[in-house]
Structure formats: C-alpha cells, structure tokens
C-alpha cells in the first residue's frame, strides 16, 4: 500500500528515486535515475562532479561524472537534467541522472542516491505526485500507463488522447454542470421564498444533455478494453488442415513448422499482430485427433486448454476433405465459445463442400499455403467486434474499466433525478441523486478523492513512472 500523504509543493516531504528506464542486463544505451522531492538538487550536487562553471539552472543539462561520495570512486560518466519546481513532472524539484546502459553503474548510481537518503518510490509514485500536486488527473495518469503498456499504434494514440485531456474535460465540464444544479437546488432549498421557482423542465433538459454525453463516453468502453487487452485468437483443426501455414501467412513469417506429415506442431506457437489497431495474439495448436505417441496427446490436450481459454477461436478445416465426423466431433467441444469456420486449402476445390454455417459467426476461405484470405479473414474478425459503434460516437480516447463503471453509476444516478423530477418528489430528493453524480464523475477524474481507487491505479505502474 502507498502511503498517500502528498509531499506539497516546496514544502518538507521525502525525495524518492528510481530507475526511470527499462532495466536489462548488458543492454541499452542509455538509463535515466530520477530523483523527485526537497532533497533531489542537494543528493545531486553531493555526487555528480561537472567540470568548469557550468550553472546549475532549471531545464539544463550538465555534463560530468558520478562520484563516490567518500572514496571518489567515479561510478560513471554522465549528464545531469535539473527540472525545478513547479516547472517539472512531479511538480517538486526533479533531477535526472543519464547514466550509461545496462545494469551496474545505474544501480551503482541509484544506490549512491539512496545512501544520500533518497527513498525508492514505489510503483507509480511519480505520476502520483504529478496527481497530487495538480499536473494531471487520474485520466490522465491512467494515459500513461496506457501508453508505456501500448501494444498497437491505436492503442497509444488512444492513450495520448486520454494524456492530453480529451476525457478529463468532458467529465470535468458534466461534473461542473450537475454542481451548478446542486446550487440551484440547494438555494431553492434554504431561501425559497426569496427565489423565483426552478425551471423543471430546463433542469430536466440540462440532465438529459449529460446523460447524451455521458452515452457517448461509455460507447468506447469496449473498444477500450480491446485496444488495451487486445485479442486472443487460437487456430483449431484436424492435423494437416494448414493451421500453422495460416499463422505464417497471417504474420507474415515462418513462426511455425509446415510440413506435409500429420501431427508436426506439438506445442503452442505464438505470435502477435495488429488487425484494424486491436493487438491480437494469434495461437496455433497441435493438430486434433486420436493420437498414440504420447508428446501428441499432451500437445492436443493443450490446443483443447487454449482454445477454451482464447476470445475467439478459428476451427480450421481443409476444403478438399469436406466437413468430417471428426470436425464435428471438434465443433462439440467448442460449442460455447466464439468462434469462425477457416476453410483451408480451397485452392484444392472447384467447388466448396457442403458446411454447417450455423452455429459459426461467419465463414472464411483461405489458401493459407498462397497467402490467400488473410484480408477477408481479418474483416471478418473485426465484424465480430465494437469497431462500429465507436467510429460513430467519433471519439479518439477510449475509456477503461474503472471510468466505465463510475460513469454507469453516474448515469443511473441522473435517470433517477429524471424519475424523481417526474413524480414530482421534494426538492431534497433531487440533491440525493444529483450529489450522488457529483461524486462519481470526480471520482473519475480525481477531484473527487477515493483512496483505494489511487492505490488501484498507481501501484499497477511500473517503479520510476
Ligand atoms: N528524460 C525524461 N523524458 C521524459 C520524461 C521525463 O520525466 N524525463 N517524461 C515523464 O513523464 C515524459 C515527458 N513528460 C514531461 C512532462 C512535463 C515536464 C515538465 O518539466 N513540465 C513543466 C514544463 C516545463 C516548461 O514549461 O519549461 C511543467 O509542466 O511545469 C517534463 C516531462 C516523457 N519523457
Ligand atoms: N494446397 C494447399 N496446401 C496447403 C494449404 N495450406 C497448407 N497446405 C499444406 O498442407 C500441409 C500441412 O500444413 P500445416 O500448416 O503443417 O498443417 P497443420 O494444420 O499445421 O498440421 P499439424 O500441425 O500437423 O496439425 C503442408 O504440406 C502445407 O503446405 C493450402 O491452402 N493449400
Ligand atoms: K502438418
Ligand atoms: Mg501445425
């Protein structure tokens, strides 16, 4: 659990640091220690060496070594980013270490910070400092891991979206509005005599306008949670029917092993694509049937897991051997979930044999093994998901779970503040569900504070973001 006491701007607080950049051994170029807080700039001046009089001013960069404190060890060279407060992420004073890549001198570095009494901050506690100290809103910060987590172009320029504000000021501006009305209300409730009598039907209109709004925003829930989770498709059939040659052909790639002997994939191949923006991981399985060899059983008995398992799964078969028992007896085990018929191999057929369409979303006809299909394949799976409604509220962010369900209480609570108005119940009723939305469309932004709903959402960031 975090400990949530802000640290104000200016003010007393711990300093935290972190490893702001990917970690692995051996590897990058470059890797950033940051330090926020009232002790970041002292830490720094204590360490880092920079030759000649270059200035220690906001938003420049020094050049110079680390040092160790008491042996002057040079840990490593470096350049040093000083953001002071307020103009920073965090707000609070902010210094960057560039340090060199890979895992030694950085945690070297990193450790000289805490010995300095630098505290490692804890998973998303400098976005939640930017929080606390008013430089973005929790949309804005769930962006961020939105984006750092993006697995599709349209998943990051979602993100951006959300980054840039595009969902904190609609639900700021509603929240604004019902707080108007709460007024309203509220100065009806303690100087009626004074007051003119509200307008029912205005108050009425104004609701229903938010309640529009608030329909939209809720519409790109779905495409949210695609783009953020993507699609798990997993290739089922018979052996040789061409799953692993429709993988390859789908990715562009020979991921997997084709040959012409049944049985040839005995685990589960991966590989990740994008269809339409949506990150989809596609799965090719070992090929279905009564095996013997015991490594086949296991195999088949994992396609089985990991067709109950996917979003949707493509029941393969091969067009030249017709829709077999065995199909049939493969359809049975799969009859609950979503899934589409691949006829494979149609190059083989001059005419397509009768198939059951039925219980299937829709049909597809490939010829993995000439890259034919792959298009209509694609169209189909999209079909089968929201990309069409969200197009039509024309939004570009996308909305997650959490502000999902909050604006869903939000609404129920304004259509009852409808009902309530319609069965003419005293004022004092209105400002019950009024204030309810109130509560929850801050809560969505943040300026309406729950404590377990920070926790939620900053300890799944990364430590350093
Ligand atoms: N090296 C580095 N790269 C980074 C970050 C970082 O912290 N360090 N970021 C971290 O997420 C992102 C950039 N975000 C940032 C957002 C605001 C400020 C900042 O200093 N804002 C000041 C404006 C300064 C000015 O006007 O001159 C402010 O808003 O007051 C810096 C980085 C991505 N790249
Ligand atoms: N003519 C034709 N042959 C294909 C097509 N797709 C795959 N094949 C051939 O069918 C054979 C089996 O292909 P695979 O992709 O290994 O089939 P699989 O379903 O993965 O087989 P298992 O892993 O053994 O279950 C290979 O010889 C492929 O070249 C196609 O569309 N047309
Ligand atoms: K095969
Ligand atoms: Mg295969």
Redesign the pocket.
């Given at each position: 659990m975090h400990n949530w006491e802000a640290s104000p701007v200016g003010g007393g607080g711990t300093t935290i640091a972190a490893i702001?950049t990917a970690v692995v051994p051996q590897q990058g170029s470059i890797s950033?220690v940051?330090l926020s807080g009232p002790d970041s700039v002292p830490i720094a001046r204590r360490l880092f060496q920079a030759p000649g009089h270059q200035p220690w001013e906001s938003?420049r960069i020094l050049y110079g070594k680390v040092c160790h404190p008491v042996t002057q060890a040079v840990i490593d060279e470096a350049l040093l980013?000083l953001?002071l407060q307020?103009?920073?992420?965090t707000?609070e004073n902010v210094v960057?270490f560039h340090c060199h890549g890979g895992m030694i001198a950085v945690q070297q570095v990193l450790q000289l910070c805490l010995d300095q009494g630098a505290v490692l901050a804890q998973p998303g506690e400098f976005s939640l400092r930017a929080f606390l100290n008013g430089?973005l809103d929790l949309t804005q910060a769930e962006s961020?891991a939105d984006l750092v987590g993006a697995r599709s172009p349209q998943a990051a320029q979602a993100a951006m979206a959300g980054l840039q504000g595009k969902l904190a000021a609609p639900i700021a501006q509603m929240r604004r509005t019902c707080l108007d009305l709460l007024a309203e209300i509220e100065a009806r409730i303690d100087f009626a005599e004074d007051l003119p009598p509200l307008d029912e039907g205005e108050l009425a209109d104004q609701i229903q306008q938010i309640l529009q709004s608030l329909t939209q925003l809720l519409a790109t829930a779905d495409r949210g949670e695609l783009l953020r989770t993507g699609l798990k498709v997993a290739i089922v059939g018979q052996p040789n029917v061409g799953k692993s040659s429709l993988l390859n052909a789908w990715s562009r790639s020979d991921r997997a092993i084709v040959t012409d002997l049944p049985g040839t994939t005995r685990d589960v191949v991966e590989s990740n694509l994008v269809v339409g923006g949506i990150p989809v991981q596609v799965l090719d399985t070992a090929g279905i049937r009564e095996a013997h060899d015991q490594v086949e059983q296991l195999g088949i008995s994992r396609s089985l897991r990991v067709a109950q398992e996917a979003d949707l799964v493509l029941l393969t078969i091969d067009a030249s051997q017709g829709w077999t028992r065995s199909d049939q007896a493969l359809l049975e085990t799969i009859m609950d979930l979503p899934k589409l018929l691949v006829v494979n191999k149609v190059d083989l057929v001059d005419q397509i044999p009768p198939l059951p369409t039925q219980p299937f979303q829709a049909v597809v006809y490939t010829a993995a093994a000439q890259a034919q299909g792959i298009q209509d394949l694609e169209t189909a799976i999209l079909q089968g998901t929201a990309q069409g409604q969200v197009s039509a509220a024309n939004l570009d962010f996308a909305i997650n779970q959490r502000q999902a369900a909050a604006l869903g209480q939000a609404q129920i609570s304004l259509e009852n503040l409808l009902q309530t108005l319609a069965d003419q119940l005293p004022l004092d009723f209105w400002t019950i569900d009024l204030r309810e939305a109130v509560q929850r469309l801050g809560e969505i932004t943040g300026e309406d504070l729950v404590e377990s709903v920070l926790d939620q959402i900053f300890s799944k960031f990364c430590i350093g973001k």
């Open positions: 702001a950033i940051r938003h980013l953001m307020p103009r920073s992420f707000r960057e430089r961020i």
